[in-house]
Every structure is written in C-alpha cells, then in structure tokens.
C-alpha cells in the first residue's frame, strides 16, 4: 500500500528523484504536518489525562481538533488489539464502520485511481458476510449495504483488528490538509462510542476507571436481582464498575461472579449468542466458554446439554437451566435502570 501511494505520488512530479535520498525527503514531505503529529504526540504523553481532558472539552463544544480524533482512533486501536478476546460487540463494529464511511466520504472523489479504496475494502475481509459483497460494490455502496446487515446480526460478535485501521490510515494520510472543523463535523455522532473504546484501553492496562475522582458523578448505587428465585443479583460499585453473582439453579450448589463490566459482558454475550445463533456450537471469552452438545454431558443422553468452563472449572448443565439463566441475563440487559447502569460503567471503564 505505501508503494503504491508512493508511486503514485512520484508519477505526478514534474521530473522523476534523481536518487534514493530524492525518493526517500519525496515521502517524507508526503507524511502528516509537524503541528499534527506534534499535537498527537502531546496527547500520548498522558494517555489517561489526555482522554479526561478529551471529554471535558467535548462537553463543552461538541468539537475537537483533528489531531485529538486521530489520538481517539489509535488509542481504540491499541485496545482492540490488547483485547484479550478476539471479537467485539456488534456495536463496536459498526461505530468502526460508520466512522470510515463519514472520512471516506470526505475524500471519496479524490480517490481516481481507485488505490485507497481497494485498500479500505481489504482491511473488511474478515467481517462476516462482508467478502460476499465486496467485489461488485464500490466502498460507499458496500457500508451502506452492509451496516444494516450488520446491526440486525446483534447475537455475533466480530473480529476488528484490521477494520480498525482504516480510520487511522484516512485520517493520517488522506485528510491531513483538511479543516478540524470538517472531520469534527462528521465525527462528533460518533464520539461516544469511539471514546469508550479509547477508555477501555485504561482498564486494560490499569484495572481502574478512568476518573476515579468523578466517580461519584457516575454512580447512584445500583442494584437489582433477575430471574427465577432471583438467582442474577448485579450490584454497581462505588468507582462505577458492576459486577454480579449468579446461583447456578438446581441442587449442586454452584454459583459464578463477574467482577466487572468486561466480564458481565463476556457472560451475557455468551449465553445470548449460544440461543440465538443456532448454528455455533461453542462461545469462548476469557471469563467464560459455553459448548453445546446434543451427546451432553456424562450421561451421553440425548437431551441438548451445555458445559459451562469457568477458569479450569467445567460443569455442564441441561436446556432448561440454560434458559433460565439465559432469561435473567437477558431481562438484566433490557431493564432500564440497568442500561444505566452499564451505560455509567462504560463511560468510566470502556466498552468492546
């Protein structure tokens, strides 16, 4: 990709670099401006307080500089790449998308050859669904085909480490000479989520909030039980995060915790996805793995079974457990006041 772009941008030049060291100052002059990069780099000296102050000034303006996007972009980028599961939320993924189609449709028209957006169209191979499309559409038509697609496929989760680097690259290469006002303009929708990304990064490499010093903004000390005899209890905590203890139902005894945001999440992605995505036979995130089995568990019955893997622990439970957890789970997901409860936890400790 870069050789092309440097072919490209050495065939416009009235006379062709004498040497190596011609060719080498002709791509240097094509990089970001020095204010740009001088700008991100500033922001990367205090990752976290770059971010506090990130949002302090959105609040205030509803805009940011070009250079602060970008910081949002690559701090995201490092906590997809951190993450310690391979997928993330659908959600997550169309922000991504949405945030690509808005810069390419800044430069969309400049692009003659057609190099960049060949470019972008890889980087969304991995998508599901999306190689189907890709070829036939132009880089336009295929996001505004496939988003809806996306959003209505709400049970999976998808990998995101290469779609995440297409905003990076529109930003850093493509739009370097256009106004803030501009990208800002087409990028404020997004920033909510975008900045959750970025602040997902903090909890990966810190385990704590991101302003622990406005947690009592946050927090209103949520908590509620779901479910058949109550057997869901979730409980916020006083930095924001929410964490829950779920009474496996029947007479083992057994109960599993999720200790934060992430990991509720990996729970409730796991049963949701086990019921509705009739064709996968098997979750796995770090707080947890789900494997279906119409053999099922010790006995080999017939009856469609579940092992549940927590850690180095399994233990496997039939279909009418499942669901019973599974309709708490979900009636947490959907309750109001716990939306905003998750919604204050993600604001302070990321969403992915």
Known sequence: MAAERLKTFLSGLASEPRNANDALNIALSSLPTESFMDEYMALEADRQGSLVRIRKNFIATGHLPKAEWYFLVMVAKDAVLANESPEVKTSVVATVLGITLALWRLIEAKDTDGHQERYLKGNLGQLPGMAAHAVPMGLTELLEHYLPILERDEPRWSSLDFAIRNPEVL??????????????????????????????????????????????????????????????????????????????????????????????????????????????????????????????????????????????????????????????????????????????????????
């Open 171 to 352: 930003l850093r290469d493509d739009l370097r000479s256009h106004a803030d006002a501009e990208i800002s303009n087409v990028l404020s929708p997004y920033f909510r989520p975008l900045f959750r990304m970025a602040v997902r990064w903090v909890f990966q490499t810190t385990g704590r909030a991101l302003d622990a010093t406005a947690a009592a903004a946050f927090v209103e000390g949520y908590s509620g039980f779901y479910g058949a005899e109550n057997c869901l209890h979730v409980a916020q905590k006083s930095d924001g995060n929410i964490g829950f203890i779920l009474s496996i139902p029947g007479d083992r005894w057994l109960a599993m915790a999720a200790n934060n945001v992430a990991e509720v999440e990996d729970v409730v992605a796991g049963f949701r996805q086990m019921r509705f995505a009739e064709n996968d036979e098997h979750y796995s995130a770090p707080q947890i793995s789900i494997t279906r089995s119409l053999a099922g568990g010790p006995r080999h019955s017939a009856e469609r079974r579940y092992m549940i893997g927590l850690g180095s622990v399994r233990f496997w439970i039939d279909a009418e457990t499942f669901d019973v957890v599974a309709d708490a789970l979900e009636a947490f997901a959907s309750n109001p006041d716990a939306q905003k409860a998750l919604e204050k936890a993600y604001d302070q400790f990321g969403e992915l």
